[in-house]
């Protein structure tokens, strides 16, 4: 939904070019920013989640001991996101991601509606 709302906001950016009042090529711009900003910050989400997983899994664990071969695992394995680390949370991020994909969509119909009439 992320990729589908970016590429909304650009074809909203390219149909309001030269049509209708000049404001509204800058809000459109300004809306895929935005929106573009909101994908960038959650693209690394499902990795950090990973990396935090191991993390917390490290702290429990001891490097010496009973433990040792696990713990060297974890230290030098590269953390795979699971289905859960990919899942989406609706933080403000997230909502704020939705929130300029409608107003992208809004500005594409608008966009249409100046160029065909």
Same mark, same amino acid.
């Given at each position: 939904?992320?990729?589908a709302f970016l590429i909304i906001a650009v074809c909203a950016v390219v149909v309001l070019w030269g049509v209708g009042p000049e404001y509204a090529v800058y809000v459109a711009f300004l809306v895929l920013f935005?929106?573009?900003a909101t994908v960038c910050v959650q693209y690394d989400d499902p990795i950090r989640r990973a990396r935090r997983r191991v993390?917390?899994?490290l702290s429990r664990l001891k490097p010496g001991g009973r433990h040792a071969d696990l713990y060297q695992q974890l230290q030098s394995?590269? @953390?795979k996101p699971t289905t859960d680390d990919r899942?989406?949370?609706y933080g @403000?991020?997230?909502?704020?991601n939705v929130a300029t994909g409608l107003a992208a969509a809004g500005l594409l119909v608008w966009g249409i509606l100046l160029r065909v009439l």
């Open positions: 939904m992320r990729w935005a929106n573009f993390a917390d899994r394995a590269a @953390p899942r989406v949370r @403000p991020m997230t909502l704020l």
